[in-house]
């Protein structure tokens, strides 16, 4: 058993929230019991990750994408209002890591996808979003075959990508932006690297990458965020003694 306040001061240290800007509050957004003793985390803290962490008998769920963000009504819609229902009638607590996730040098996004395709992160920075470098430059020098990198990619995020093979044969340097990075491909082309893979395409991106001589993926906004947050609640575990749990509820978008 831990606390809820040790868990998170833990995750807001460990991604120094208080660095960036973003989109939506980052650390706790729902308190709910003091006392943890199972961790679920997942994607987005949508009506069904919120009932499944609670069939789960969770007490905290952690999720890359939180309950609130600056696009939101103010006022609570009433699907809002049900999400907010589920988590406080059942103690359950909730918290969301955005940008700070995505960047993370050691459990981000970016660096967990670039490595699981084979590829090693490199210390440039890219994609800054909000005035934070987020995306991964990485590299593989020897070089990887793009029919070969096309399928590490298929096979990391359990899904076809949409690609646009419009780079070399050999592909050596990469850059990774999840989620809704697409326009991030004007920085990669800039740079002259060889691909570039985020979540979702953007109607631009197919003449880019073939006037820029790259290799466009789109595999996934929600398949491209996994890596993180399962990485985070496995850290809790290790650190805290907790039960944990990943919730997939996958998203084709």
């Not at 868990?7 to 929230?17: H, K, M, N, R, Y």
Request: with cysteine; charged share 25%.
């Amino acid at each position: 058993m831990a606390t809820r306040d040790d868990i998170i001061g833990f995750c807001d240290s460990l991604l120094a929230i208080g660095s960036f800007t973003d989109y939506g509050p980052n650390g706790l957004q729902v308190p709910g019991a003091e006392e943890v003793t199972k961790v679920v985390s997942g994607v987005s803290a949508h009506r069904e990750l919120l009932q499944r962490a609670v069939d789960a008998d969770a007490q905290l769920l952690i999720a890359h994408h939180g309950l609130f963000w600056d696009f939101h009504p103010r006022a609570l819609t009433p699907a809002m209002a049900e999400r907010l229902r589920i988590a406080l009638t059942n103690d359950l607590s909730v918290a969301g890591y955005h940008l700070p996730l995505d960047a993370h040098r050691e459990i981000g996004n970016n660096v967990l996808l670039a490595r699981a395709l084979g590829f090693e992160p490199t210390d440039e920075p890219f994609g800054v979003v909000k005035g934070s470098p987020i995306g991964c430059v990485a590299e593989a020098p020897e070089g990887v075959d793009a029919a070969e990198f096309a399928r590490r990619v298929r096979e990391a995020t359990d899904r076809e990508p949409l690609h646009f093979d419009f780079g070399p044969r050999l592909v050596r340097r990469i850059a990774v932006v999840t989620g809704a990075g697409n326009s991030e491909i004007h920085e990669a082309i800039a740079l002259g690297l060889d691909a570039f893979v985020t979540g979702e395409p953007a109607e631009h991106v197919m003449a880019d990458a073939r006037e820029g001589g790259i290799h466009f993926f789109a595999a996934g906004h929600y398949a491209t965020e996994t890596f993180g947050i399962r990485r985070l609640g496995e850290l809790i575990a290790e650190r805290f003694g907790v039960e944990h749990e990943f919730i997939a509820v996958p998203n084709p978008v």
